[in-house]
């Protein structure tokens, strides 16, 4: 049974560009999870869904960033006009249902802007 | 607001040395705890958790952690360390939400550092 997937594990853009990270969440698991690691900071909630659906984005920033999970396919987090500041690894977590408090993440993808 | 404090930043152990890394929260209600751990270069895996039941945990690799619930805590412990063990810990926790998702609240992390 494959882990929790991430695309690509490096990204970099220049600064003004656009970001897309996706996630593959586990087979089965319909619910997944952003997370948000600064350098030399723990994860930061970002955005809770499940496929087409977002339950809770009460960590995204209000502006440049959005989150999708259809019904096929990853969920995928998009980060527009990336500035220095958006630099971090970015974690995604996937449940198998909304009452599932064990989470499983993948790997991450670190993005770097230039 | 839940948040979770992990006390040391940098630790730094001689192999064998016994290891205890602190972590506190704060959140009134009833709470899931976990110890997660990334090796340099890889992803967070679960080392242990608690959801209820006996407050001292048994994990992976020989780690252990002790609920105390009036003193908000669960701090990670391992008798003896390894150079293997080199690594950052991360203290988390979680609560259900009002949208019946469970939000985790990760600590800062500690960086484990161990001399062969």
């Known amino acids: 049974n494959a882990g929790v997937m991430q695309n690509p594990r490096h990204l970099v853009r220049r600064r003004g560009q656009e970001a897309r990270l996706r996630c593959s969440p586990m087979?089965?698991?319909?619910?997944v999870y952003w997370y948000r690691q600064l350098p030399e900071e723990g994860l930061k909630f970002m955005v809770y869904?499940?496929?087409?659906?977002?339950?809770?984005e009460s960590g995204m920033p209000k502006e440049r960033f959005s989150a999708e999970f259809p019904k096929e396919g990853p969920s995928i987090l998009r980060i527009q006009q990336v500035v220095r500041g958006d630099s971090a690894a970015y974690f995604c977590?996937?449940?198998?249902?909304?009452?599932?408090?064990?989470?499983?993440f993948g790997p991450g993808t670190r993005l770097t802007v230039l | 607001a839940q948040s979770v404090s992990q006390h040391n930043h940098h630790v730094i152990l001689s192999e064998a040395a016994s290891l205890e890394l602190g972590c506190n929260y704060s959140?009134?209600?009833?709470?899931?705890l976990f110890w997660y751990v990334q090796y340099p270069g890889q992803h967070l895996q679960l080392l242990l958790k608690?959801?209820?039941?006996?407050?001292l945990v048994k994990g992976i690799k020989g780690f252990e952690a002790e609920f105390i619930k009036s003193k908000f805590s669960f701090n990670l412990r391992k008798p003896s360390v390894q150079w293997s063990d080199t690594a950052e810990y991360f203290c988390?926790?979680?609560?259900?939400?009002?949208?019946?998702?469970?939000?985790?609240?990760f600590g800062a992390g500690t960086r484990l550092f161990v001399k062969a």
């Open positions: 608690y959801f209820s039941g006996d407050p």
């Open positions: 977590a996937s449940v198998r249902d909304r009452g599932e408090n064990e989470q499983f």
């Open positions: 988390a926790v979680n609560a259900g939400s009002d949208t019946g998702g469970f939000k985790t609240i």
């Open positions: 959140y009134g209600g009833t709470v899931n």
């Open positions: 869904l499940q496929k087409e659906n977002i339950i809770d």
């Open positions: 087979k089965g698991h319909s619910h």
